[in-house]
């Protein structure tokens, strides 16, 4: 709650400043009310569903329509959301929220506990398929729900009055906090969902509780939100609107920056920080960031299935810093391994020089069963992006020159891109990123579990599914670090990917626009940003 100071003035002058504030419209008011932020933002949003987002430009644009139980400040640290406080149990199975009494709908409905169970039961009901609701998997009876084994009522959540949610674990779990404000934990109204099906989320119907509405969507053009008046902290936010701009071109978003269409980037172009350096100072922001860029193998197919000694092959193959050097160039670091730097493994990278990194991928390729006289022929599918395919054109160039390989690249528009890698019948080498979707080593692991439906690899090994199950549910420190070391070095040593490169988080904003943090994760809400 804010508390403002009361200066002692004269009667007179208390009565001239109330007639002048009723007499005349508010500056303030005025300014804002003329104020719109631009934001790039990669790609066209694939939905705007909460529980079926997947992608890191879609989770931009929902952080603005809604919230969860918690959400995070402008540094990323957790703070209250739509439940003002909440406390744990000693065993830590027992997590007790309490709402907001002002909560609201975008349409100035009451928000109450009733619609945070039916989301999270939606959220986890199969026939939903939602890409991330592994995320909930530590709540009591999720997996069975998941499963279809039972019904979503039985999951562990209940409502003893409107304004309070408690949510039972399986196990306990250290990292449970951060996904509720992840938007698979997002609450979605259950109306609109009635009334209009798939359309629930389109411009027309979309209601949402955050900061934001959406108000129009142009496909591949813009997304265009408006101010929440209902939002609870709606006093806090200072723009009127914010637009979104689906730019998959960096150099194009880079040029609209510069003519001043756009108040911020969602990155920089390659090798274009000196420059920037020099003629926009104080305008880029480069930051650690959880993320991995690599390449993923279909371990369901020839020629990569039961062929580890083919896949190291082409992992040693590659030299990393020439793609993080010469073709980027904006701080991102060679990946060896798949956690990146900041979480709580420590390394176990080879010492070994390039050279014998070479050497040794040429041994495994002729022990794999391929030669000059029969190379590998091989496709590499990426989605559409210069920067994807300046990288997949350089690693290909990489495997021809070193192993003799012929890969042939093959690009493809987003959602085309993602359905081809779940389907996991014709790609056998595809591109993929991994931005963790809470500050834990976990966050990464998961993601190659035989259960997980962002497994796009194929791989099971029952193994690794039992460290990470240990890694999920240890409570001691020391432990857990041990686990998080030997899960990961399982899933190196099965090669199931190709680490490339770290990411780090690289924004163009304008001098005026104030209120950003850099953050591990590289969420920004535009409610805390604003113009000076």
């Not at 809604?66 to 909440?86: C, M, N, R, S, Y």
């Not at 770290?502 to 940003?529: A, E, M, Q």
């Amino acid at each position: 709650m804010k508390h403002y100071p009361t200066p002692v003035l004269s009667l007179l002058r208390l009565s001239f400043l109330l007639l002048l504030f009723l007499s005349s419209p508010s500056p303030a008011t005025e300014f804002k009310a003329s104020e719109t932020l631009h934001r790039g933002n990669s790609t066209e949003p694939v939905t705007l569903d909460p529980h079926k987002s997947e992608d890191v430009s879609s989770g931009n644009i929902i952080r603005d329509l809604f919230e969860g139980l918690v959400t995070e400040d402008a540094a990323g640290q957790l703070i209250p959301g739509a439940a003002e406080k909440w406390s744990i149990s000693d065993d830590g199975l027992t997590y007790i929220f309490h709402l907001r009494n002002c909560l609201a709908w975008s349409n100035g409905e009451a928000l109450t506990a009733a619609d945070f169970v039916f989301s999270l039961r939606r959220a986890l009901d199969p026939e939903t398929a939602a890409p991330m609701a592994d995320l909930l998997a530590p709540i009591k009876n999720a997996r069975d729900v998941m499963n279809g084994v039972k019904a979503p009522e039985q999951l562990g959540i209940e409502m003893p009055d409107s304004h309070t949610l408690i949510i039972r674990l399986q196990q306990p779990s250290l990292w449970f906090i951060q996904v509720l404000s992840h938007p698979i934990a997002f609450p979605v109204f259950a109306t609109s969902l009635i009334n209009h099906k798939d359309r629930a989320f389109s411009a027309e119907h979309l209601i949402s509780n955050g900061a934001w509405q959406l108000q129009q969507w142009v496909p591949y053009e813009k997304l265009l939100l408006k101010r929440n008046t209902s939002y609870y902290d709606d006093e806090r936010t200072f723009f009127e609107r914010v637009v979104y701009y689906p730019i998959d071109s960096s150099n194009a978003e880079f040029s609209r920056y510069r003519a001043g269409e756009l108040d911020w980037t969602d990155t920089i172009p390659p090798n274009k920080l000196a420059w920037i350096n020099k003629n926009l100072p104080d305008e880029a922001f480069i930051s650690p960031y959880l993320g991995t860029y690599y390449y993923g193998f279909n371990l369901t197919r020839p020629p990569f299935k039961e062929n580890p000694d083919l896949r190291r092959a082409l992992s040693l193959a590659i030299d990393r810093s020439i793609i993080t050097d010469k073709l980027l160039g904006n701080g991102e670091i060679p990946a060896h391994r798949w956690l990146p730097p900041g979480l709580l493994a420590e390394s176990t990278q080879s010492s070994d020089s390039k050279e014998q990194y070479l050497i040794r991928a040429k041994e495994l390729y002729r022990k794999a069963g391929y030669s000059a006289d029969r190379p590998l022929r091989t496709t590499l599918h990426y989605n559409s992006s210069e920067q994807n395919k300046r990288i997949a054109v350089a690693i290909a160039a990489m495997w021809r020159k070193n192993l003799g390989i012929t890969a042939q690249l093959i690009n493809e528009e987003w959602k085309v891109f993602l359905n081809r890698r779940k389907s996991k019948s014709e790609t056998q080498l595809y591109r993929a990123s991994w931005i963790a979707d809470y500050n834990d080593a976990s966050s990464f692991l998961t993601l190659f579990t035989s259960n997980n439906a962002k497994n796009d690899t194929g791989y099971a090994n029952d193994k690794y599914d039992d460290l990470v199950v240990q890694v999920e549910s240890a409570i001691d420190n020391a432990k857990r670090s041990r686990l998080i070391i030997q899960a990961e070095k399982k899933l190196l040593d099965d090669q199931v990917i190709i680490p490339i490169y770290h990411y780090v988080s690289r924004h163009l904003v304008k001098p005026d626009i104030k209120g950003y943090r850099p953050n591990p994760l590289d969420h920004h809400y535009s409610r805390y940003l604003y113009r000076k």
